[in-house]
């Protein structure tokens, strides 16, 4: 029996059919950070965990996130900023929330994501669940989903 016509994907032989692929997903970016460039604001960073300035520390994390860097440069910056964010004590989440502008509470959440999602940041779940747990006391579900609509990663 021949093949049933009904069920030929037309479109796949159609070159302009408007197929995405996972290259189409990436936004350009029309520079690329380096490590050496991120170096003295996770040096940064880390200073103002260790300090006891949470508020300051995740501010910084959030303020402009390394989106256009390459995939080592990003783990070796989200290594600092899951540092930070476990420094924080568990009766200041909620007070640096807050203070927090929405657009830093998605990208909080970015890393939050990413964090349940590699080795190391799984291993402090307990902490990533409870940042998760207050940014949706606070902003709703809203920064949730940007995450999701967001295609820049952290």
Do not use: C
């Not at 960073?45 to 440069?73: C, F, I, K, N």
């Not at 502008?101 to 890393?111: A, G, H, I, T």
Request: hydrophobic residues 35%.
């Amino acid at each position: 029996m021949e093949a049933d016509w009904r069920r030929i994907d037309i479109d796949a032989f159609d070159p302009e059919s408007g197929r995405l692929t996972a290259a189409d997903l990436v936004p350009p970016y029309e520079t690329t950070v380096t490590l050496q460039e991120l170096q003295p604001r996770m040096n940064q960073l880390r200073s103002l965990a260790t300090s006891g300035d949470s508020l300051g520390a995740v501010q910084l994390l959030t303020t402009d996130p390394p989106y256009s860097a390459d995939a080592p440069t990003k783990e070796q910056y989200f290594k600092s900023v899951l540092e930070a964010l476990t420094q924080v004590r568990q009766a200041d989440i909620g007070n640096v929330i807050k203070n927090l502008s929405d657009s830093q509470r998605d990208v909080l959440v970015k890393y939050l994501y990413k964090g349940m999602s590699v080795p190391q940041g799984q291993k402090q779940g307990g902490v990533l669940l409870a940042w998760l747990e207050r940014i949706t006391q606070v902003s709703g579900v809203t920064p949730i989903v940007h995450y999701i609509s967001d295609r820049r990663t952290v």
